[in-house]
Nanobody
Framework: VQLQASGGGLVQAGGSLRLSCVAS????????MGWFRQAPGKEREFVAV????????YYTDSVKGRFTISRDQAKNTVYLQMNDLQPDDTAIYYC???????????????WGQGTQVTVSS
């Protein structure tokens, strides 16, 4: 399975971006699609996850109310709408797929290549 992430860029604080991640093979209802991010010098951290079948979502506290994860099953694509972006959100954002619910990166078996998000103050 290949995951292709896109949509990153440079934005001013308070701005918005929408990330997309398309999977090369069908995503099944039992799968979970997650977004992680990694800032320079920091470990990769969990951002959000969605269960493909039910659409149930979960977010890390720092993005609740600002970020929204969603999926388009027909397009086999997961999105991350990011609003009110702040400089602390600057990172490379990765999409990933897991077969069981987790917020831990090592539990995800397939990863996209990452897309850079830079937020200027």
């Amino acid at each position: 399975v290949q995951l292709q992430a896109s949509g990153g860029g440079l934005v001013q604080a308070g701005g918005s971006l929408r990330l997309s991640c398309v999977a090369s093979q069908r995503t099944y209802s039992s799968h979970l699609m997650g977004w992680f991010r990694q800032a320079p010098g920091k470990e990769r951290e969990f951002v959000a996850v969605i269960r493909w079948g039910t659409g149930r979502t979960y977010y890390t506290d720092s993005v609740k109310g600002r970020f929204t994860i969603s999926r388009d099953q027909a397009k086999n694509t997961v999105y991350l709408q990011m609003n009110d972006l702040q400089p602390d959100d600057t990172a490379i954002y990765y999409c990933a797929r897991a077969t069981s619910y987790s917020t831990i990166a090592k539990e995800y078996d397939y990863w996209g290549q990452g897309t850079q998000v830079t937020v200027s103050s």
